[in-house]
């Protein structure tokens, strides 16, 4: 079905090369992510990281965060809104807030590793 490209976190890596193709979305509906172009923080610092719908809401474990580094493919930080897979430390962490309009990203106890970009992936529903 339209459905069945249901993700999982082992095959999540090739996503982000899709982030800006709308073929993929498959019944779901596109919307529009706001995200900063920059934060920074300092070492041992925190950082939030958001992106946010421009319309509809973010369904229920439909947004995961990447970090890619150049010369890498991205690496999964969070699926399903605030889930980690091994290997990536508690101090990263997702959560869906403002009415599951915003996907936030944030980052304590910053090291210099944590430098790269970061992108977050979402469905929404009720958004054009």
């Known amino acids: 079905g339209e459905n069945s490209f249901l993700i999982t976190p082992s095959t999540m890596a090739w996503l982000p090369l899709l982030i800006v193709s709308s073929s993929f979305m498959g019944s779901f509906s596109q919307f529009l992510l706001n995200q900063p172009t920059s934060v920074s923080g300092s070492l041992?610092?925190?950082?939030?990281?958001?992106?946010?719908?421009?319309?509809?809401?973010?369904?229920?474990?439909?947004?995961?965060?990447?970090?890619?580094?150049?010369?890498?493919?991205?690496?999964?930080?969070?699926?399903a809104d605030s889930s980690r897979p091994s290997g990536i430390p508690a101090r990263v962490s997702g959560s869906v807030e403002n009415s599951r309009t915003s996907a936030?990203?944030?980052?304590?106890?910053?090291?210099?590793?944590?430098?790269?970009?970061?992108?977050c992936l979402s469905y929404a529903s009720g958004g054009k």
Not at 56 to 69: E, L, P
């Open 104 to 119: 936030v990203l944030s980052i304590s106890s910053l090291e210099a590793e944590d430098e790269g970009d970061y992108y």
């Open 44 to 79: 041992g610092g925190t950082i939030r990281i958001s992106c946010t719908t421009s319309s509809g809401t973010i369904g229920s474990g439909d947004s995961s965060w990447y970090q890619q580094k150049p010369g890498n493919p991205p690496k999964l930080l969070i699926y």
